[in-house]
């Protein structure tokens, strides 16, 4: 999923895969994910963190459970597939690990991952976890973020039953959920290998496509 559409988050397990998969995979995006996620708060009542759980699409989640060569019938668990989780989260770095905060519009930073982990769960799919401290903790006033990869070979949706938790937030503080504009058809057209092999550095093409989380405390 790097900027040269094979390196980066997909150049251990996503560039094989796509080797692997039909013509349908020429356009982007190449892989789903869904997403759940939890604004954490401190004890002073400020953001501290936002917690990831994405769930990876099926084509994506037989691919790694296949050729892990786990014995029939079990289950992958985190031990199994420690070493991926940690490549991939290491390779997430050249995209600000697809987190965007910002408080009042200014742009946040965020510290080093922590906490990550890859395992199978029901159905057969792959779940990647893994918390995303703020360099420093924020009021939660006018909080916001969104998800998404800025090259849009991952694909991203938030999980519409539980899109965002408010993990120990102060009373009356509230989430909503602003879906992302269904994308143009001139843009859809342009959906090709080729347009975006052909992107200029730093185009941020995934923020069309990304929904955005508000969080608002009295």
């Not at 994506?60 to 991939?88: C, H, M, Q, W």
């Not at 360099?135 to 969104?146: D, R, T």
């Not at 509230?174 to 001139?186: E, Q, W």
């Amino acid at each position: 999923m790097g900027r040269g559409r094979g390196k980066g988050f997909a150049s251990r397990a996503f560039g094989a895969l796509l080797a692997l998969a039909p013509g349908g995979a020429l356009a982007h995006p190449h892989v789903w994910i869904t997403g759940r996620e939890a604004v954490v708060f401190n004890q002073a009542g400020e953001i501290e963190a936002i917690r990831h759980a994405w769930v990876f699409d099926e084509m994506y989640s037989a691919f790694v459970i296949e050729g892990a060569n786990k014995p029939k019938g079990a289950r992958l668990t985190k031990v199994d597939l420690a070493p991926l989780a940690k490549n991939n989260v290491d390779d997430l770095a050249e995209f600000d690990y697809f987190t965007h905060a910002k408080l009042k519009g200014v742009r946040l930073e965020f510290g080093e991952p922590r906490d990550y982990a890859l395992e199978e769960i029901a159905g057969k799919r792959i779940e990647l976890t893994f918390e995303m401290p703020l360099k420093a903790p924020v009021s939660a006033k006018l909080f916001s973020f969104q998800i998404y990869d800025p090259t849009y070979y991952v694909a991203f949706e938030l999980d519409p039953d539980a899109p965002v938790a408010l993990v120990g937030a102060p009373k009356g503080c509230s989430s909503n959920l602003n879906a992302a504009k269904p994308l143009a058809r001139a843009d859809a057209q342009k959906l090709s290998e080729s347009f975006f092999t052909n992107l200029s550095p730093g185009v941020d093409f995934g923020v069309k496509l990304a929904a955005s989380v508000v969080v608002a405390c009295p």
